[in-house]
């Protein structure tokens, strides 16, 4: 059984990197941002299919979800960043009260459209996969955060951000 499990593994991070293969493009000819992201990706993909210990046909319907719902709320939190990143402190303390509100107010409704799509997304999680499974995908997107730190105190290089 853990045999079969690598060997799909393998097979899923093999089909990932096939796309970049039919353009004519070798991975040594890709810019290090590009297999940064690459190497990210296979290590979640990895890492979320050992975890929540997908059988091959969960892990086909449950991978183009998941990844949906990554997008859709990467766009999510990028539009959190433009309202708020181009903003310097000082500038922030020196709003006037109605700006300040609507700014507020801007970040409760992003937070809100977060939790609406993470209810969204729990629903389809729920028709794929047993919800014991649900509840460790749940665990393993916060655990993940932490394995990624603890691979980077392993090594010297840095996985691409995520909203890159």
């Known amino acids: 059984m853990r045999q079969i499990k690598w060997n799909f593994i393998f ?17 040594s000819q890709k810019n290090e941002k590009s297999q940064k992201r690459e190497k990210f990706q296979a290590m979640k993909v990895a890492y979320f299919t050992e975890k929540l210990q997908l059988t091959e046909e969960e892990a086909a319907k449950f991978w183009p979800v998941f990844n949906a719902f990554e997008d859709e709320m990467r766009e999510l939190r990028k539009e959190h960043q ?3 990143k181009q ?9 006037p009260p109605a700006e300040a509100d609507v700014l507020i ?9 977060e939790l609406d799509l993470e209810k969204k997304y729990l629903v389809k999680f729920m028709e794929i996969l047993p919800k ?4 460790m995908l749940l665990k393993a997107q ?3 955060g932490r394995f990624i730190m603890s691979q980077l105190r392993k090594g010297d290089e840095r996985p691409p951000h995520p909203m890159d």
């Open 11 to 27: 097979l899923w991070i093999l089909s990932c990197m096939i796309p970049a293969w039919m353009m004519g493009q070798n991975p």
């Open 82 to 84: 433009r309202t708020f």
């Open 87 to 95: 903003r310097k402190e000082e500038d922030i303390l020196q709003l």
């Open 105 to 113: 107010k801007k970040h409760l409704e992003l937070k809100q459209r």
């Open 132 to 135: 014991q499974k649900v509840v």
């Open 142 to 144: 916060k655990d993940f």
